[in-house]
């Protein structure tokens, strides 16, 4: 099993799409950093355990996401955000997500709880 938690990182909820402009492909600055800390966190995790390399397997997820404050916030485009996040570090791909129980909170700041686990036939 893969678990991480990020603390007081704000967890980004704008559509991940990519924009075009001046001839190239990118995505929005707030979202390629939250990918980066959340990319950071998991290689720190992932290197931490004996001999663990990326699943090829279909996978299961249990996300749980804090807000700091009733705004609106769409869980879906976090979990979008979230899901590339970890593709080549947790699993190969996002498209081996076969379940995702996910879960959006409110308290006093930011916290993302991961856990991830290779799904029963």
């Known amino acids: 099993m893969f678990e991480v938690q990020l603390d007081g990182v704000p967890v980004i909820s704008k559509k991940n799409r990519l924009r075009f402009g001046k001839g190239r492909t990118y995505k929005d600055k707030v979202v390629a950093d939250f990918e980066a800390e ?18 090829t397997c279909p996978v299961k997820m249990v996300v749980v996401v804090q807000v700091p404050d009733k705004r ?50």
Do not use: H
């Not at 959340?38 to 699943?55: C, G, I, M």
């Open 38 to 55: 959340l990319s950071k966190a998991a290689a720190e995790v992932v290197a931490q355990l004996p001999d663990f390399s990326a699943w």
């Open 72 to 121: 609106r916030r769409d869980l879906q485009n976090m979990l979008d955000t979230i899901c590339d996040s970890l593709n080549n570090l947790v699993y190969d791909d996002d498209v081996q997500i076969v379940s995702i129980d996910a879960t959006k909170t409110f308290g006093k700041s930011w916290s993302l709880y991961i856990s991830v686990e290779p799904a029963e036939n």
